[in-house]
């Protein structure tokens, strides 16, 4: 590589780290920092639609499992758990997704909303699976969908992996929560052999989870980095054609 052609990556590289908040190497394996651009706002423009889909997606859960819920949620007194989890669930959804669609700009501010969003929708599906495999203690029938939810969020919410590391973290919590207190209710508390079996694998959709994160970040920054020629950035293409393609670029 030439000397020119060093200097003017070098230069790059420092533009890509003011406008990312980091380099790729800072943090080693958990680099901080914001997203690049363009992945800040293709997250963020994803964030109402997959609220609304999950939303969906639980509410078709519940139903087919109201058969065995309902005997339960009557039996122990859970109405108001399962009232409180209904609820949270359909305007944390509902909220997220019209705020994404009136306020498109502050996109920023939604992945810290999704966050919490995260959390919130990790402690109700873990609850809405513990009142299901109620009193089956000894009937071990897989994970609950903690473990997938994680690696979902993560794979089409992405963030930095240190942020991800922290949010997908108490996020696995949120499933043996949910456990002890469906347990204070009466459920029956699963053997100390199943636990592992339970919770470990909610254990390693973290570890996924930010290697995820640290991919799409590493990937961000590239094209990003791409699209900086000596001093100036390309902003949008205007054309192209068999002798190549056109673009609008700011110096």
């Known amino acids: 590589m030439a000397p020119g052609e060093r200097e003017r990556d070098r230069l790059v590289g420092r533009r890509v780290q003011r406008s990312t908040g980091?380099?790729?190497?800072?943090?080693?394996?958990?680099?901080?920092?914001?997203?690049?651009?363009?992945?800040?706002r293709h997250a963020a423009s994803r964030l109402g639609p997959f609220c609304l889909l999950t939303l969906f997606v639980m509410a078709a859960f519940a139903v087919s499992r109201s058969h065995e819920s309902s005997e339960v949620i009557e039996t122990h007194g859970l109405q108001p758990l399962a009232a409180l989890c209904g609820i949270t669930s359909i305007l944390s959804?509902?909220?997220?997704f019209v705020l994404t669609r009136r306020r498109p700009d502050a996109a920023a501010l939604f992945l810290k909303l999704g966050a919490f969003y995260q959390l919130l929708m990790a402690f109700n599906i873990g609850l809405l699976y513990h009142i299901g495999m109620w009193g089956q203690a000894g009937l071990?029938?897989?994970?609950?969908?903690?473990?997938?939810?994680?690696?979902?969020f993560s794979v089409v919410i992405p963030s930095s992996p240190a942020r991800t590391l922290a949010v997908a973290s108490v996020a696995a919590l949120m499933d043996p929560l949910a456990l002890v207190i469906t347990w204070a209710y009466g459920n029956t508390m699963p053997g100390a052999s199943q636990l592992?079996?339970?919770?470990?694998?909610?254990?390693?959709?973290?570890?996924v989870a930010v290697v995820a994160a640290r991919v799409n970040l590493r990937l961000g920054r590239a094209v990003?980095?791409?699209?900086?020629?000596?001093?100036?950035?390309?902003?949008?293409?205007?054309?192209?054609?068999?002798?190549?393609?056109?673009w609008r670029a700011e110096h």
């Open 224 to 246: 990003h980095r791409a699209r900086e020629l000596g001093s100036y950035r390309l902003v949008e293409r205007l054309g192209h054609g068999g002798m190549g393609e056109v």
């Open 22 to 40: 980091g380099s790729e190497e800072q943090g080693g394996w958990l680099p901080g920092g914001a997203l690049p651009p363009d992945n800040l």
């Open 93 to 96: 959804s509902l909220g997220l």
């Open 140 to 152: 071990f029938k897989g994970w609950s969908g903690v473990a997938a939810w994680i690696i979902i």
């Open 196 to 207: 592992p079996q339970m919770f470990v694998p909610t254990a390693l959709a973290v570890v």
